[in-house]
């Protein structure tokens, strides 16, 4: 078990890769093409409430399912790996409940969100595995 304050560390640091990362891309990268598709499902104000409780919920959950049995097995390939498996289910769970549920809920903006999270998660969940080994968690 990694003693609390490891954790916290390991946690902080996995929480600014993700946050960085996801920003850049909601923000900056592919803002017009979200708005382009799902411009219409959208709130003018953004509750941030519940995205700061998903990103807290969602970093725990890479570094548990991820990081943590790639730092067992000192492998940031089997993070990345275990990193995509994730993303890709997560943001299944949207995008696909979205397709089911929603009207109008845009099919390339689905397929596009999918890619993002797998690939995202896939490399929070690596980098996180390499910053373990340079702060020597274990």
Not at 5 to 23: E, P
């Amino acid at each position: 078990m990694m003693p609390p304050v490891q954790f916290l560390k390991l946690y902080a640091a996995t929480a600014a890769v993700f946050f960085a990362l996801d920003l850049t891309w909601l923000g900056v990268v592919a803002k017009g093409f979200y708005k382009a598709q799902m411009g219409h499902l959208t709130r003018v104000d953004v509750q941030w409430v519940p995205a700061v409780v998903f990103y807290l919920v969602y970093v725990t959950a890479i570094i548990v399912l991820c990081v943590k049995p790639a730092i067992e097995r000192d492998s940031v390939a089997r993070g990345a790996a275990l990193g995509a498996v994730f993303g890709l289910a997560a943001y299944a769970a949207f995008d696909l409940t979205g397709l089911a549920l929603l009207k109008d809920f845009p099919l390339t903006g689905a397929f596009v969100d999918l890619a993002w999270g797998t690939c995202v998660t896939a490399a929070v969940s690596g980098a996180s595995v390499a910053i373990a080994r340079m702060m020597h968690i274990a």
